[in-house]
């Protein structure tokens, strides 16, 4: 299969290119209009030859400009011309149907069984019906919305979601759009309309010209050698059109919803593409017959592709896993650990792609734990797939001792699965999605295959063997054999795999890109290979050569820049594959004397170092406040753990004609907020906070204890915004306060177990704090309360504010047991006493003071009962001495 991944790739870039010319021709290039000696442009030439005719009018007319578009960036593609380059024909030879650029151009008149694989993959990632694409392909340029295609601008999939009502249908309903800017992270929040969408067709060109000018500098800045290697070079090419294309509307013709992005039709295309040419072409399949059945659809309940869902299971063990020297260790360990997890999950993915023979594009999702491949469905790929997951269990038996693990999981698909069939209830896709995601259930139900009769027993024989008498079990584990000297601790030793973890959150402060090999590299490689992949951080390519000769020896499998965004504005793209698996590290920084008096006592491995990331001692003292000679203030962490609520139901019910395309859209967008935007927040607003993991769905921070706090409502009004302000899309939060020496397995125990009690309200949406569950809304109204209690200028002493929670637990449960109601009376009681004790009061202040106070505190008490406290505690641990 690793032989035909060269000719895999080259099938993928072509369906990867089909739509290439929709930025071109909406760019207006100027190159389409060079005449020939009889006065034709190259546009009116190529018109005739890729776009279908009706009624004497061309439509699709970006078909053409498709082939303008290749021809013009040939140059920075891998070699097309003088070399084998198969399937295809040679570049050269245009009078040859089966040229790559055929293949690309011809997707709505296809001929030859080349360019029905496009144009197959092309209608199955959009979900057409026959006829409903036999209207399309006739159809005129103009979307749904009112706009041609050169004024409209890309819908939100997040507007359209409904779990209960009706989804908006009408144009006046749609309010939201993604500005047509490279992908950043201003650009990741779609905007008003009317803010990025106008009926200015000679702006709106101009905008496309930019976007299609960034885009060819960009293409240059892949490295030259990178194109020896198409598989290394697809991978950034994906990168790079994900940068380009991700706002682009892929379909603005037929009166259509302009609501799947370029990039995201373009990649599942691909994927559906290089699976349909390997599963005829590993089955020596006649070319034109094959044709000839896609034509007329005769073969679309043939099962001709095999998704594949990987999963990591057991993160909270693999992460949370705690031993003696954890706590000395935990910054840096939880980050390497996390990280790790990633790299895990990516490495599994490709080890899956080069056994199966299959190029990156091929992987259409892998975030938050879980990746997805399309395959051909052939006995050969499912017999190779059961090998690759006996060697997945092998490493996690040796390394983890089963606490964890990846999972894999197939499932067969035909054509017809991919449509959104009308008038039935649940779409062909949906019911897909079901029997994949029930098959990882029932993995998961057999983990590591342990009941199995070749079960790897040696690896359980050979656990006791493995133990060094005098280095004992692994300090920062407690179970696996230790062999590593545990830098900062004498006589202290650890596992490989603990001392790769450390290591990897140490020089993930250091370092922004990695390299994935197939032999170890003397430049910050990690102790193991993750199943049979080396991996090494590396500086600037032009301190490593820009790895040219690991390319040409073929050692090089991936090379991903992991940054975290530059700017609010900064493309994400910088000439090699993006990887968004990296979190913010908040540093040490310089030492100054504010951080000398603050961080006093705190012990410190070896010399201050300013890129060292801090320690939770470091983060406990963060929100102390300088005051006289003495700071004020709570040493505390805060602990936040949430998730999206209610996913499985956004995405089998959320959309109301799911494709696949859509599904891995609003996949590829709901990781980006977690993924992309929440470690540059970090990053720009709350410098001292951890993301331990972000991605997919859920989110585990830890902080100082207030700003942590008030990063969490940040985080639900901007997910909001991001989310085009639907209120069915939102998310939940558990934060628990804790001193910095608690051990990390308590630290995901406690957050977990707030997070469970948030998510137990009715219609969740929800946050849990001091062990009080209230709706976000309602937390809104207690930071009200909060700040009222802050603006209030009497100086309230601090036993009288700590006898409040006791009458906050007594209004509470008023309904329960009415006695209670004497909370009213004791508040007075309390209250006048505090007053009368000041000095210089008239009685007629005092008056006016009791009423303000009741104002303040008695009203919120009567109205929210115990969950007052949440107020009153933030008050009272922002005021300690």
Not at 14 to 27: F, Q, S
Not at 213 to 242: C, M, T, V, Y
Not at 492 to 504: C, E, K, N, V, W
Not at 784 to 792: L, N, R
Request: net charge neutral; proline share 5%; hydrophobic share 40%.
């Amino acid at each position: 299969m690793k032989t035909k991944l060269e000719p895999s790739c080259r099938v993928a870039f072509a369906a990867y290119v089909h739509d290439l010319g929709k930025l071109a021709e909406r760019a207006r290039i100027g190159e389409a209009e060079a005449k020939d000696a009889e006065g034709n442009s190259v546009a009116d030439r190529n018109k005739q030859q890729y776009c279908p005719g009706w009624n004497g009018r061309w439509s699709h007319v970006h078909a053409a400009y498709t082939a303008i578009a290749l021809d013009l960036i040939e140059d920075d593609l891998p070699p097309l011309k003088g070399r084998d380059v198969s399937p295809f024909a040679a570049w050269g030879e245009r009078n040859v149907d089966d040229s790559l650029i055929n293949a690309a151009a011809m997707h709505h008149k296809p001929q030859t069984f080349l360019q029905w694989i496009v144009a197959t993959a092309d209608r199955v990632a959009s979900g057409f019906e026959r006829e409903e694409f036999d209207r399309y392909n006739q159809a005129e340029e103009g979307a749904s919305t009112g706009r041609d295609h050169y004024t409209a601008r890309l819908l939100t999939l997040f507007e359209q979601i409904r779990l209960d009502g009706e989804a908006p249908r009408n144009r006046a309903d749609f309010r939201w759009r993604y500005p047509l800017e490279p992908l950043s992270v201003a650009a990741l929040f779609p905007q008003p309309a009317d803010a990025c969408e106008g009926n200015d067709r000679q702006a709106a060109q101009a905008e496309y010209r930019r976007l299609w000018d960034g885009f060819r500098r960009a293409l240059k800045e892949i490295p030259a050698s990178h194109r020896d290697d198409w598989a290394l070079w697809l991978d950034h090419f994906d990168s790079l059109w994900a940068a380009f294309a991700h706002a682009v509307p892929a379909a603005t013709a037929g009166k259509v919803r302009p609501e799947v992005s370029l990039y995201d039709h373009s990649r599942t295309a691909s994927a559906l593409a290089t699976a349909l040419w390997r599963w005829h072409d590993d089955r020596g399949d006649d070319p034109k017959a094959a044709a000839e059945a896609m034509r007329t659809r005769s073969d679309w309940d043939e099962n001709k592709f095999l998704l594949v869902l990987g999963d990591f299971y057991g993160i909270q063990d693999f992460i949370f896993t705690s031993g003696g020297e954890t706590q000395r260790q935990a910054a840096k360990l939880l980050r390497g650990r996390s990280f790790y997890v990633s790299l895990l999950c990516e490495c599994a993915a490709l080890r899956i792609l080069e056994e199966l023979g299959l190029p990156p594009t091929s992987q259409v999702i892998n975030a938050a734990g879980k990746f997805l491949i399309v395959a051909p469905n052939t006995e050969a790929v499912r017999r190779r797939l059961a090998a690759i997951q006996r060697q997945f269990d092998r490493w996690f038996l040796e390394r983890t001792y089963a606490a964890s693990g990846i999972g894999i999981a197939w499932q067969a698909a035909c054509c017809n699965d991919f449509l959104h069939r009308r008038g039935e209830t649940e779409r062909p896709f949906a019911r897909l999605l079901k029997r994949l995601f029930d098959r990882l259930e029932d993995k998961k139900s057999q983990r590591l295959n342990l009941c199995a009769p070749q079960a790897p027993e040696a690896v359980f024989k050979g656990f006791l063997d493995a133990f060094d008498n005098e280095k004992g079990v692994c300090a920062i584990d407690g179970r696996s054999p230790a062999s590593e000297k545990l830098e900062g601790a004498e006589n202290r030793y650890i596992s490989p795999l603990a001392a790769d973890q450390i290591d990897t959150g140490k020089w993930l402060a250091h370092h922004d890109r990695l390299l994935v090999t197939t032999r170890a590299i003397d430049h910050h490689t990690l102790r193991l290979d993750l199943f049979g992949y080396h991996i090494s951080f590396t500086g600037p390519e032009e301190a490593s050569g820009r790895f040219g000769p690991l390319v040409r020896e073929g050692a090089l499998r991936r090379a991903w820049d992991f940054s975290l965004p530059q700017g609010k504005r900064t493309p994400l793209f910088s000439g090699y594959a993006r990887r968004f698996i990296n979190a913010y590290v908040p540093l040490l920084g310089d030492l100054n004397q504010y951080d000398r008096d603050r961080y006093r006592d705190i012990e410190l491995p070896g010399d201050w170092d300013p890129r060292a990331p801090k320690t939770f001692e470091h983060l406990a003292r963060d929100d102390l406040r300088p005051e006289g000679d003495g700071w004020v203030g709570t040493e505390a962490l805060t602990v936040l753990k949430g998730d999206v609520d209610n996913l499985g139901l956004i995405f089998q019910k959320g959309l109301e004609q799911p494709s696949f395309a859509k599904w891995a859209s609003l996949s590829r967008q709901m990781n980006a907020f977690f993924a992309v935007w929440l470690p540059w927040y970090c990053r720009e607003h709350y410098r001292d906070t951890y993301t331990v993991f972000a991605g997919g769905d859920d989110f585990f921070l830890i902080g100082p204890w207030y700003s942590t706090i008030r990063l969490a409502r940040d985080m639900r009004d901007r997910f909001h915004r991001y989310v085009a302000k639907n209120p069915g899309l939102h998310f939940s939060a558990g934060l628990s306060m804790t001193k910095p020496g608690q051990p990390v397995r308590q630290l995901g125990k406690t957050a977990e177990d707030a997070l469970e009690d948030a998510k137990a309200l009715p219609g969740k949406n929800a946050v849990t704090l001091f062990h009080q569950s209230v709706s976000w809304d309602e937390f809104e109204q207690l930071w009200q309360v909060k700040e009222g209690i802050e603006h209030c200028d009497l100086d309230l002493s601090t036993a009288y504010l700590y006898r409040l929670q006791e009458l906050a637990h007594l209004a509470g449960n008023v309904h329960e047991r009415p006695e209670n109601a004497i909370w009213k009376s004791w508040f007075s009681y309390r209250t006048f006493r505090m007053l009368e004790r000041m000095r210089g009061l008239s009685d007629q202040e005092r008056r006016r003071r009791m009423a303000e106070l009741w104002k303040v505190l008695g009203e919120p008490i009567e109205r929210f009962g115990s969950r007052f406290v949440i107020p009153l505690f933030i008050h009272l641990y922002q005021q300690r001495h």
